[in-house]
T-cell receptor, first 114, second 118 residues
């Protein structure tokens, strides 16, 4: 089955700095890579995703990159703000029966200091 | 849309008791997932359903865990008997089938059920 490794487990930055979270996956059949943000006391919420036919995707201060050959993908947050503080999960998915069933990384706790 | 609704939000129970967690998925969604989250193991997929039918329960830790989906708007996860090591946050999530060439399914999570077994 799929195995997703996520690093770092914790990341502390100053407001305005950039933050980068990296993930690797093992299953070359994985073709969909969502990122989720989990705020304290809440469930994870999708913030951005990327498919295997795309190398990079941006949404305002958030960008994801994908290297299929190396089987790794990254989340980049620029101009971080205190409200970016949360746990971030990467996931790798393969299409199964019409739905993408994700395997999640262990999560990165991002702390943005004002 | 009310989102995925889970109950109870918090439960404290004694070892050996039966625990039932409930979930109402988003209307129109045909996939339902049960996840468990712990510090040690992160987010684990326990079981998922498609059109109310269990598809993969390989993540269910042992026979003490069971899940049902009697209709499209309700699912339960039951632990009987409960043990302290079952203490975790249990998430229900739902999604809908994307068509061929679709952008992939967003999985919508509920707020979670925080279970403590003492």
């Amino acid at each position: 089955g799929e195995n997703v490794e996520q690093h770092p487990s914790t990341l502390s930055v100053q407001e305005g700095d950039s933050a980068v979270i990296k993930c690797t996956y093992s299953d070359s059949a994985s073709n969909y890579f969502p990122w989720y943000k989990q705020e304290l006391g809440k469930g994870p919420q999708l913030i951005i995703d990327i498919r295997s036919n795309v190398g990079e995707k941006k949404d305002q201060r958030i960008a994801v990159t994908l290297n299929k050959t190396a089987k790794h993908f990254s989340l980049h947050i620029t101009e971080t703000q205190p409200e970016d503080s949360a746990v971030y999960f990467c996931a790798a998915s393969r299409r199964g029966g019409g739905s993408y069933i994700p395997t999640f990384g262990r999560g990165t706790s991002l702390i943005v200091h004002p | 849309d009310a989102g995925v609704i889970q109950s109870p939000r918090h439960e404290v129970t004694e070892m050996g008791q039966e625990v039932t967690l409930r979930c109402k998925p988003i209307s129109g969604h045909d996939y339902l997932f049960w996840y468990r989250q712990t510090m040690m193991r992160g987010l684990e997929l326990l079981i998922y359903f498609n059109n109310n039918v269990p598809i993969d329960d390989s993540g269910m830790p042992e026979d003490r865990f069971s899940a049902k989906m009697p209709n499209a708007s309700f699912s339960t996860l039951k632990i009987q008997p409960s043990e302290p090591r079952d203490s975790a946050v249990y998430f229900c999530a739902s999604s809908f089938t994307s068509g061929q060439g679709g952008s992939g399914n967003t999985i919508y999570f509920g707020e979670g059920s925080w279970l403590t077994v003492v």
